[in-house]
């Protein structure tokens, strides 16, 4: 797997968390647990896949 892809999801997921962080009063409360929900499950991903690449070089 190609390092530029993850470090694209990477990137888009430290994005998408800081933006529900600084945006949180203004998502509505069942909106913002998905989109909580959603940034954990892809930061989780982004984790996995960055260490199995860093295994894989």
């Known amino acids: ?3 530029t892809n993850v470090a694209v999801l990477v990137v888009l997921t430290l994005i998408l968390g800081a933006v529900v962080v ?3 009063d203004s998502i509505p409360p069942k909106l913002r647990r998905g989109l909580a929900a959603a940034s954990a499950l892809l ?4 984790f996995i896949l ?3 690449t860093l295994f894989t070089m």
């Open 1 to 3: 797997m190609p390092f």
């Open 22 to 24: 600084f945006n949180k």
């Open 43 to 46: 930061l989780l991903i982004s």
């Open 50 to 52: 960055t260490v199995y």
